[in-house]
Each structure stands twice: as structure tokens, then as C-alpha cells.
């Protein structure tokens, strides 16, 4: 059973960099040919992809967060980050890792989610 984990802080101030961490247990991050997301959502709004790094360690972004986004890895703790840069109150929403086939948009795991709120 593969178990992803969510961490980082619950609080970030606008203009700052927010930074997550994705923990990932019972499969490794480099197993041919899954890619591990992040996804976030807002209050009142969708889903919203953010980017993603694949199992040999190639990146993939949502044009529209490319300028502020920075996923990468750390294969010996087999876990993921996220960077987010020059954040605003509109990033406040809840951030979610999760693990798909290729750039699939279906997700055979997901972590509980982490809310990030972004606020002075």
C-alpha cells in the first residue's frame, strides 16, 4: 500500500515562498513509469494541477504556475517538494500530493491534503 504525506507549514505570508514536502511510503518515487503531482484547492473552487515530477526526475508545470512553481526530489527520502513563489491570499487553498500513471489525471494515490492559508 503506497502512502503519501503532506508537510510543511500552515501559514505563509504573501509575498513569500511557500514550501511543501511529500512523504512517500510502501513505493518508491523512481518505479518506471509513475509521476508524482501536486494538486491544490482553493476554497469554493476546483482542482486545480499544479505540476509534477516523474520517476526519472523530469518536471512538468500548469503553464499559468510555471513562473512561480519548483517541484523536486530527494530519491534517498523518497520524497517530493513543492516551491511556490510570491505567494498571494489566492493560493490560500488546501494542497494535496498524489501519485498517477504518466500524466494521468487520475490518481490511484493521494495524500489527506495540508491547508496552506497565505495571509499577513
Known amino acids: 500500500q503506497v502512502q503519501l504525506q503532506e508537510s510543511g507549514p500552515g501559514l505563509v505570508k504573501p509575498s513569500q515562498t511557500l514550501s511543501l514536502t511529500c512523504t512517500v511510503s510502501?513505493?518508491?518515487?523512481?518505479?518506471?513509469?509513475?509521476?508524482w503531482s501536486w494538486i491544490r484547492q482553493p476554497p469554493g473552487k476546483g482542482r486545480e494541477w499544479m505540476g509534477a515530477i516523474s520517476y526519472s526526475g523530469t518536471t512538468y508545470y500548469s503553464p499559468s504556475l510555471k513562473s512561480r512553481t519548483s517541484i523536486s526530489r530527494d530519491t534517498s527520502k523518497n520524497q517530493f517538494t513543492l516551491q511556490l513563489n510570491s505567494v498571494t491570499p489566492e493560493d490560500t487553498a488546501v494542497y494535496y500530493c498524489?501519485?498517477?500513471?504518466?500524466?494521468?489525471?487520475?490518481?490511484?494515490?493521494r495524500g489527506q491534503g495540508t491547508q496552506v492559508t497565505v495571509s499577513s
Open positions: 510502501g513505493g518508491s518515487i523512481t518505479t518506471n513509469y509513475y509521476y
Open positions: 498524489a501519485r498517477g500513471l504518466g500524466m494521468s489525471t487520475s490518481y490511484d494515490y
